[in-house]
């Protein structure tokens, strides 16, 4: 690309295999062998999905398939099953504060132990808040009336719609789910809903699959 020229191209080499290592370590604390790792990084069966920040994106896809591949035998072709897959890679825009990037040298930062510990917040509702911003699309802005809005919903309407059949399950029959037969609405609703639900997560467009979710438990 003629844009490229007399450009260098540089990675730390650590941040392409840390993945890698900390597969290892995840199956360790969960007292499994280490090595069940190539299951998740060497089988063409399996997917790992990679989240990167928009200004790693470039670098990161070009080396990791360069050492990936030049691993193999043959460098010139797709991964075989037992070597190194190539990764999904989904990029996201930046996280702004206030319209400026949120930035350490300019202090406008939240960190995660602030929000949780300090704050109170649930890691899910901050997980909730954050998918709702469409960050592979966009840049969007960090924003605690924003956050506070969106986890009322989550408390009210959202709770509600799964709360309520489950407490009536509860108070009048048994805590068990009583016979019957589904409306056709219900059964091709949640039919749909099953398969946006495959393919979104398969696409990492979770803004778009929550905002289904939420239309489907306040619909059906």
């Not at 969960?30 to 790693?56: C, H, I, K, M």
């Amino acid at each position: 690309r003629p844009d490229m020229a007399g450009k260098t191209l540089y990675v730390w080499p650590d941040s392409l295999i840390a993945p890698i290592a900390f597969s290892q370590v995840a199956l360790t604390q969960q007292n499994r062998d280490p090595s069940l790792y190539s299951e998740f990084w060497t089988d063409p069966e399996a997917r790992v999905f990679q989240f990167l920040g928009q200004d790693n994106v470039f670098f990161y896809v070009l080396m990791q398939g360069a050492l990936w591949l030049g691993t193999q035998d043959d460098p010139h072709r797709l991964p075989r099953e037992g070597e190194f897959q190539l990764t999904d890679i989904f990029g996201s825009s930046l996280l702004m504060v206030g319209g400026d990037k949120m930035s350490k040298s300019l202090g406008n930062f939240v960190l995660g132990d602030q929000l949780l510990d300090e704050q109170g917040y649930s890691p899910d509702q901050i997980r909730y808040y954050l998918a709702l911003m469409s960050l592979p699309e966009k840049p969007a802005s960090f924003d605690f009336d924003a956050l506070n809005e969106r986890n009322r919903f989550l408390a009210g309407p959202i709770n509600s719609a799964f709360e309520r059949p489950i407490s009536a399950c509860h108070s009048k029959f048994g805590g068990r789910v009583p016979e019957g037969v589904l409306s056709d609405k219900v059964v091709l609703e949640t039919t749909r809903i099953i398969q946006r639900y495959i393919r979104s997560m398969q696409r990492a467009e979770y803004a778009t699959l929550l905002g289904e979710i939420e239309n489907y438990a306040m619909n059906v």
